[in-house]
């Protein structure tokens, strides 16, 4: 993953030099090369901009959705937990109601 993200840092890199020096050779006249470099670093500015807020924005939707998925598991588990507390606390009752019906069979033959 890190190598693909310098090859592609390299290639934009590349590509912007390339532009600039492209632009500094052509014949034509110091301002007008300036003022292309400007027009061409704001084009490139509010794209990258705009990719940022695309980016953030499902960034921020995909936290949202997988927030709302971990807020049903866990509210899942807790449901599950309760029925099986419910059913071990049945199951003890019983089991205790079973030892007072033998401690008061014990006590009548004593």
Do not use: C
């Given at each position: 993953m ?10 934009l ?10 632009i ?19 084009a ?8 940022a ?23 899942s588990?807790v ?28 006590q009548?033959?004593?």
């Open positions: 890190s190598n693909n993200g310098n090859t592609v840092l390299g290639i890199a590349g590509t912007a030099v390339g532009a600039v020096l492209g500094l050779f052509a014949p034509d006249k110091g301002s007008e090369t300036r003022k292309r470099i400007s027009e061409e670093a704001a490139k500015r509010d794209i990258a901009a705009s990719k807020s695309e980016w953030r924005d499902s960034m921020a939707d995909s936290l949202a959705t997988q927030k709302t998925n971990l807020n049903d598991q866990v509210e588990i449901s599950n937990a309760s029925y099986k507390a419910e059913d071990v606390i049945t199951t003890l009752e019983s089991k205790l109601k079973d030892l007072k019906a033998k401690n008061k069979n014990l009548k033959k004593a």
